[in-house]
C-alpha cells in the first residue's frame, strides 16, 4: 500500500491490489478521523496500525464517501469509532451492502472476519463539520457516482476528499451523469490546492482545471454518443464503437480497469435512456 502526507496530520492511503482505492486520515492530538476504509482488511489494519502506533492517537471517527465495499467495509476494523454516511449510506449498507458481504464471503476467504457496520451519525442536506485539532473538517453531499455520496473537505488546507465523485474515469452506474457532472463542476469552483480522488492518483493544484474538463468532457460525450445510438434496434452492439479514447480519456487509467468503467458506463446509459 502507498502512503503520503499531503500536509500537517493529514494523510493519504492507496490500495496495491484493488482498483487504486484510497482512503484517508487526518489527526489531531487526541484522536483521528478515517475517511474511507478501502477493501481488504490487511490494508486497512495497516491504516489503524499506522494511526495507533505512529501518530500514537486512537480513532475516533471513520466517514465513508459512500457504502460502496471498498470505501465502507473497514468499519468494523475501527471498533471504537463512531461511523459518519449520509442517511442514504446507512440504508444502502443495510439493504445492498449486508447481502452482498455474505456472497462474498463464500467467494473470498480474506472477508471472514469483515462485518458491516452501519453509520451510527447520518445527515441529508447541508454541512457537517467535524473539528479535528486545529482543522474543520467539512463533509457535504457530492452525488453522481452514487446517490449517497459525500465529500471531506479539510477547510484550513484546501484538500477536497472527494470520494467516487471524482475519479480518473467517471462511474455513474449507480448513480447519475448529470449529477455526476453537476459534483465535478462544484468540486472546480472551490479552491482546492488538492484534490484526493476515491481512485487513483492525488491531484495537485496545476492539475485541477484539466482533470475538471476533461471529466467533464467525458460525462457530455458519453451521454451525446448513447444517446445518438439509443433508437436504433442493435443500439446495444453499436455500444462496443463507442470508444473510450473518442470520449477523450486513455485506457491506461486505473491499472487498464478504465476500459471496463467506460463500457459499463454506456451499457448503464443506454439502459437509463430506454427506461
Ligand atoms: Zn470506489
Known amino acids: 500500500m502507498h502512503r503520503e502526507r499531503v500536509s500537517e496530520n493529514v494523510f493519504w492511503f492507496q490500495s496495491e491490489v484493488y482498483a487504486q482505492v484510497t482512503a484517508g486520515v ?11 476504509t478501502l477493501a481488504l482488511p490487511d490494508e486497512t489494519l495497516t491504516i489503524r496500525e499506522f494511526i495507533e502506533h505512529e501518530l500514537n492517537v486512537p480513532v475516533r471517527y471513520v466517514i465513508n464517501t459512500h457504502y460502496h465495499a471498498d470505501h465502507s467495509w473497514g468499519n468494523c476494523f475501527f471498533p471504537g469509532a463512531t461511523v459518519i ?6 440504508e ?29 451519525m447520518t445527515f441529508k442536506d447541508g454541512d457537517l463539520t467535524l473539528r479535528v485539532g486545529k482543522k474543520n473538517l467539512i463533509i ?5 457516482h452514487s446517490h449517497d455520496g459525500i465529500s471531506v473537505l479539510v ?8 470520494g467516487d465523485s471524482f475519479m480518473p474515469i467517471p462511474h455513474v452506474v449507480d448513480g447519475d451523469v448529470d449529477e455526476n457532472i453537476a459534483s465535478i463542476k462544484h468540486i472546480g469552483k472551490m479552491g482546492l490546492e488538492n484534490i484526493v480522488q476515491g481512485h487513483g ?20 460525450s458519453v451521454k451525446k454518443a448513447v444517446k ?16 473510450i479514447e473518442d470520449c ?7 491499472g487498464g480497469l478504465a476500459n471496463t468503467l467506460h463500457q459499463s458506463n454506456l451499457h448503464a446509459l443506454l439502459r437509463q435512456m430506454s427506461n
Not at 85 to 90: A, D, S, V, W
Open 26 to 36: 487526518v489527526a489531531g492530538p487526541q484522536w483521528a478521523v478515517v475517511i474511507d
Open 201 to 220: 492518483d492525488i491531484i495537485l493544484r496545476g492539475e485541477i482545471d484539466a482533470a475538471v474538463k476533461e471529466n467533464i468532457n467525458y460525462l457530455s
Open 92 to 120: 444502502l449498507l443495510e439493504e445492498r451492502g449486508i447481502p452482498s458481504l455474505e456472497a462474498g464471503k463464500k467467494q473470498n476467504p480474506a472477508l471472514r472476519q469483515v462485518k458491516i457496520v452501519l453509520p451510527q
Open 228 to 243: 445518438a445510438i439509443s433508437k436504433r434496434k442493435n443500439a446495444v452492439e453499436l455500444l462496443e464503437d463507442i470508444r
Open 155 to 162: 477547510e484550513e488546507d484546501r484538500i477536497l476528499f472527494a
Open 85 to 90: 454516511g449520509h442517511t442514504r449510506c446507512r
Open 248 to 254: 477523450g480519456k486513455s485506457r491506461v487509467y486505473l
Open 140 to 144: 457535504s453531499n457530492a452525488f453522481g
